[in-house]
């Protein structure tokens, strides 16, 4: 499985950014995807994770805020963020796991090079 994350940039405080991952190989075969995120000198954190049975959790400070969703026949996963705030600047990373829905790190299998997000004042 391949995943590639795209859309990334600079976003005014409030504003809204969208991101995509593309996804190829088998990845029919994963149950779970989605976003994790890396700011400097944090440890990676979650955004959003969802199963192919509709399951979605979402990290308690992007919550109300950003939107995971799917296209399954293009293969192709996003993000969508608003009212940004300057802690949401990071890297942003696509992931996908053939397990069940999970919220920690480890769980998952495949990840993208990521995406810079980055938020000013």
């Known amino acids: 499985v391949q995943l590639q994350a795209s859309g990334g940039g600079t976003a005014q405080v409030g504003g809204s950014l969208n991101l995509s991952c593309t996804a190829s190989?088998?990845?029919?075969?994963?149950?779970?995807l989605g976003w994790y995120r890396q700011a400097p000198g944090i440890q990676r954190e979650l955004v959003a994770v969802?199963?192919?049975?509709?399951?979605?959790r979402y990290g308690p400070s992007v919550e109300g805020r950003f939107t995971i969703s799917r296209d399954g026949a293009k293969n192709m996963m996003y993000l969508q963020m608003s009212s940004l705030q300057p802690d949401d600047t990071a890297v942003y990373y696509c992931?996908?796991?053939?397990?069940?829905?999970?919220?920690?790190?480890?769980?998952?299998?495949?990840w993208g090079q990521g995406t810079l997000v980055t938020v000013s004042s």
């Open positions: 992931t996908c796991a053939n397990r069940g829905l999970s919220t920690v790190e480890n769980d998952y299998q495949y």
């Open positions: 190989g088998k990845i029919w075969d994963m149950n779970v």
């Open positions: 969802f199963s192919r049975g509709g399951s979605t």
